[in-house]
């Protein structure tokens, strides 16, 4: 019988330091509500409560994001008998609630009405209200009750910090008695402690602008039931950059700044972050033995593509090659970055490029063939899809985890003399997937990503606004069918060619041509070779030439009016980008494989389709006839 499986008892004895406490209590479900979420227009993670009864007592509780599947699913209903696994016992807002990281439903009992007549659980026995969570309409919510006097205000702090009982993921202590759930943090929440793992600690960052300069640096905090990332800014930074370990376990206790969260920075699934204040205590744990563990939320490989840019996930699979470490300047801030690509595979027969960074890039000694997962790596479609690591990712090698063993006995047996195709786009005019179409910006963005040993390919729409009129435009080449090597004037009238051993009373120019061409989001610089640049100029790099020298001779302008003639037009560019090393330095370089004009009425057809996508289904204010 169902109400005879029920551990009668066993919510008081959780909240009882002296209760008979049950290892595993099963208790029956009698209502279930969603929480409103967190962050702007509802954009946070959807959370549950969850009231359970043991007949006796019942208590709200809070289901972790982590646990959520169970709520979603249908599986746990009103009337279900569940057994508790992991459960956390928290003070929140002088009220006991329970965090339910795991539970099971126990099925074979179905779904019963309420058993007994529970009560709720009081906070305190000079507290006649119950221990619920404010809700409207919720399970055990009640009208403000009359207050009784107050009793002198030393009695009931002591009554609120006695200790709770150690149970399975409760690391509550007499110094820490009312350790808070990172999950519950918001800005509404004042006094709080929580014990957290320091999962990822980021290097020391300065900055300089109009108001000022400061440094800052950022951790991120794990315990059962969710994850926040925690910034320390200037003399905070300098106070507790040094206490911080990753991996090892902390108490912080407020004050401390409950903000929300700016997402350009975070690559965590929390609402809020917080923010290190002057008051902030910081305390590493003694027992270092019940450190929450990290959980990941594993992206195949072979599934990248269906995965849009700029999303962050995490990853596992093999290390396959590791690239030597290379140093690349940001543009925006002429800083050196160091970098190093590695490449993984997984069972879906699928390899990725991968890049970390900074100290991560210079001490990376994992060998060959090592389980490698990666939390917080973001998705780039430039060349097809890459990897890289955020600096607020983390990166561990044979990982204890089941998806990590799963990959080694897969590799073990298969994997070692598989063929792993890759997403890589195909080389353009070679056939197979089109080049994609990217914005300049984009292009520009993701500049860091390209390769010495490999290029990548893509569209561009742009126009040509600026051409390059120096000397070098265009060299003397040797007038043999196919061969386009450097020719050199030995004597008057007499040019060498070194590859054909041939002489030529003249050359024959191809143009070298550099050209800046700009969009709606930017500017780039492109190269063009002859067959290119002739489309662009109009004239060939012979008659060109001549046009300069003569302009030498006569001290006119036509060469210079010429070159303004290749500018202003709009072309669809085929481009194939690789990072060059030129004076020991990487440079992207950007080099034309064709270009097109525009076809007008193809753009327009474009331009029309994109304007259908807006319509938002309309018809009153449709610009299209249906």
């Known amino acids: 019988m169902a109400e005879n499986a029920i551990t009668q008892g066993a919510i008081r004895s959780i909240f009882e330091p002296d209760g008979c406490y049950v290892e595993q209590p099963v208790l029956q479900c009698v209502q279930i509500k969603p929480m409103e979420p967190k962050g702007?227009?509802?954009?946070?993670?959807?959370?549950?409560?969850?009231?359970?009864?043991?007949?006796?007592?019942?208590?709200?509780?809070?289901?972790?994001?982590?646990?959520?599947?169970?709520?979603?699913?249908?599986?746990?209903?009103?009337?279900?008998?569940?057994?508790?696994?992991?459960?956390?016992?928290?003070?929140?807002?002088?009220?006991?609630?329970?965090?339910?990281?795991?539970?099971?439903?126990?099925?074979?009992?179905?779904?019963?009405?309420?058993?007994?007549?529970?009560?709720?659980?009081?906070?305190?026995?000079?507290?006649?209200?119950?221990?619920?969570?404010?809700?409207?309409?919720?399970?055990?919510?009640?009208?403000?009750?009359?207050?009784?006097?107050?009793?002198?205000?030393?009695?009931?702090?002591?009554?609120q910090q006695r200790s709770l009982p150690v149970h399975q993921n409760?690391?509550?202590?007499?110094?820490?008695?009312?350790?808070?759930?990172?999950?519950?943090?918001?800005?509404?929440?004042?006094?709080?402690?929580?014990?957290?793992?320091?999962?990822?600690?980021?290097?020391?960052?300065?900055?300089?602008?109009?108001?000022?300069?400061g440094k800052l640096f950022s951790v991120n905090l794990l315990d059962d039931t969710g994850e926040i990332r925690a910034t320390g800014f200037n003399d905070n930074c300098d106070r507790l950059y040094p206490i911080f370990e990753e991996g090892l376990v902390y108490y912080i206790?407020?004050?401390?700044?409950?903000?929300?969260?700016?997402?350009?920075?975070?690559?965590?699934?929390?609402?809020?972050?917080?923010?290190?204040?002057?008051?902030?205590?910081?305390?590493?744990?003694?027992d270092q033995d019940n450190a929450p563990q990290i959980r990941f939320n594993f992206t195949k490989i072979g599934e990248l593509d269906k995965v849009e840019k700029d999303t962050t996930i995490d990853t596992v699979g093999v290390l396959k090659e590791v690239g030597e470490v290379s140093t690349i300047t940001s543009q925006k801030t002429n800083k050196d970055f160091s970098k190093r690509e590695l490449t993984l595979a997984d069972d879906t027969q699928t390899s990725v490029r991968l890049?970390?960074?900074?100290?991560?890039?210079?001490?990376?000694?994992?060998?060959?063939?090592?389980?490698?997962?990666?939390?917080?790596?973001?998705?780039?479609?430039?060349?097809?899809?890459?990897?890289?690591?955020?600096?607020?990712?983390?990166?561990m090698v044979d990982p204890d985890v089941d998806e990590a063993h799963k990959l080694r006995g897969w590799y073990n047996a298969v994997g070692q003399n598989a063929n792993f195709s890759t997403h890589q786009n195909i080389v353009a005019g070679g056939g197979g997937q089109r080049n994609e179409t990217k914005v300049?910006?984009?292009?520009?963005?993701?500049?860091?990503?390209?390769?010495?040993?490999?290029?990548?390919?893509?569209?561009?729409?742009?126009?040509?606004?600026?051409i390059k009129n120096n000397s070098t435009f265009a060299y003397p080449a040797c007038q043999t069918e196919g061969c386009q090597k450097k020719v050199i004037e030995e004597t008057a009238g007499e040019w060498w060619c070194e590859k054909c051993q041939k002489k030529w009373p003249e050359p024959r120019y191809r143009y070298v041509l550099s050209i800046n061409v700009a969009d709606h989001t930017g500017s780039m610089w492109l190269s063009c070779f002859d067959d290119t640049a002739q489309v662009i100029m109009g004239v060939s790099a012979n008659d060109l030439t001549r046009l300069k020298n003569e302009d030498e001779e006569n001290n006119t302008q036509n060469f210079n009016m010429a070159i303004q003639e290749g500018t202003c037009k709009t072309f669809n560019f085929t481009v194939r980008g690789k990072m060059e090393v030129y004076l020991d330095q990487p440079k992207p370089r950007y080099q034309v494989q064709r270009l097109s004009p525009l076809n007008y009425a193809q753009e327009a057809n474009k331009l029309a389709e994109m304007i259908k996508k807006f319509d938002m289904n309309d018809n009153s204010d449709s610009l299209f006839v249906q």
């Open 253 to 286: 206790t407020a004050p401390c700044r409950v903000t929300l969260a700016k997402k350009q920075f975070s690559n965590l699934p929390n609402d809020y972050e917080l923010q290190f204040d002057r008051e902030t205590e910081v305390e590493k744990a003694e």
């Open 40 to 159: 702007d227009e509802g954009g946070g993670m959807q959370r549950f409560r969850v009231v359970l009864s043991d007949t006796r007592n019942f208590i709200q509780t809070m289901i972790a994001t982590s646990a959520n599947d169970i709520v979603l699913s249908g599986k746990l209903k009103k009337g279900s008998i569940v057994r508790l696994l992991k459960f956390n016992p928290q003070y929140v807002k002088d009220k006991k609630i329970l965090i339910i990281m795991e539970l099971d439903v126990l099925e074979e009992y179905g779904e019963s009405e309420k058993f007994g007549q529970p009560e709720a659980l009081e906070t305190v026995k000079s507290e006649p209200q119950p221990a619920a969570i404010s809700g409207n309409n919720f399970y055990g919510s009640r009208p403000a009750q009359p207050q009784p006097q107050q009793q002198p205000q030393q009695q009931a702090p002591q009554q």
């Open 440 to 466: 300049i910006s984009q292009v520009t963005d993701e500049e860091s990503y390209l390769q010495q040993d490999s290029a990548v390919y893509f569209n561009l729409k742009a126009s040509v606004i600026f």
């Open 355 to 395: 890049t970390v960074w900074g100290k991560t890039a210079e001490s990376f000694n994992a060998p060959l063939e090592s389980i490698i997962a990666f939390k917080g790596v973001k998705v780039s479609d430039f060349g097809g899809r890459s990897l890289s690591l955020l600096s607020s990712g983390t990166m």
């Open 170 to 213: 409760n690391q509550g202590t007499s110094t820490h008695p009312h350790l808070y759930p990172i999950e519950g943090l918001s800005p509404y929440a004042q006094k709080w402690t929580i014990r957290a793992r320091c999962t990822s600690k980021s290097d020391i960052k300065t900055w300089h602008n109009q108001k000022g300069e």
